[in-house]
T-cell receptor, first 113, second 109 residues
Framework: EADIYQTPRYLVIGTGKKITLECSQT?????MYWYQQDPGMELHLIHY???????EKGDLSSESTVSRIRTEHFPLTLESARPSHTSQYLC????????????FGPGTRLLVL | RKEVEQDPGPFNVPEGATVAFNCTYS??????FFWYRQDCRKEPKLLMS???SGNEDGRFTAQLNRASQYISLLIRDSKLSDSATYLC??????????FGTGTSLTVIP
């Protein structure tokens, strides 16, 4: 089992609230990722990080921010939640290397009312 | 055009059947290839990596055809526990992974 954790697992919140989704891994992985997945749809990359103090934007990054101050921690922040943000958010990490795969956390299910 | 395309199915097969899933990818420079399994409302989990020479893990066989940009997964002797969505995943030359929409499999008793 992968040692990657996400909190909260479920969140119901009102429109306009600021949200931070937490992701932590204890595997010492350099690379971390945030994805958004709607039911029956593919994963879409939101942000990723090569390592501490390194972050890059994915396809859906415009309404969120991330930080990578510590190797093990990669939080995602939505400054102002909207109903369109309702989705599942998956965090993943991997060690550097061509063939190295990603390990996923259990996900956060977000409902914005 | 999507980076990774899969037949979404659903595939409904009887126990013991052999089933094959296919996937195509658009970037010929892609470096790494994987099949993930995702159960309903759960996170994706690695099923197997896919190598150019083809590889097998028990009842599962994966093949890669770089010339055709095509990946396949064969499941033999299907079990009820194989019911899930199977995701084809491709990594580009950078650090980004691209996921297919997944192929849904239901194994019927």
């Amino acid at each position: 089992e992968a040692d990657i954790y996400q909190t909260p697992r479920y969140l119901v919140i009102g429109t306009g609230k600021k949200i931070t989704l937490e992701c932590s891994q204890t595997m010492g992985h350099d690379k971390m990722y945030w994805y958004q997945q709607d039911p029956g749809m593919e994963l879409h990359l939101i942000h990723y990080s090569y390592g501490v103090n390194s972050t890059e934007k994915g396809d859906l990054s415009s309404e969120s921010t991330v930080s990578r101050i510590r190797t093990e921690h990669f939080p995602l922040t939505l400054e102002s939640a909207r109903p369109s943000h309702t989705s599942q958010y998956l965090c993943a990490s991997r060690i550097a290397g061509v063939g190295e795969t990603q390990y996923f956390g259990p996900g956060t299910r977000l409902l914005v009312l | 055009r999507k980076e990774v395309e899969q037949d979404p199915g659903p595939f409904n097969v009887p126990e013991g059947a052999t089933v094959a899933f296919n996937c195509t990818y658009s970037n010929s420079a892609s470096q790494s290839f994987f099949w993930y399994r995702q159960d309903c409302r759960k996170e994706p989990k690695l099923l197997m990596s896919v190598y150019s020479s083809g590889n097998e893990d028990g009842r599962f066989t994966a093949q890669l055809n770089r010339a055709s940009q095509y990946i396949s997964l064969l499941i033999r002797d299907s079990k009820l526990s194989d019911s899930a969505t199977y995701l084809c995943v491709v990594r580009d030359t950078g650090n980004q992974f691209y996921f297919g929409t997944g192929t849904s499999l239901t194994v019927i008793p």
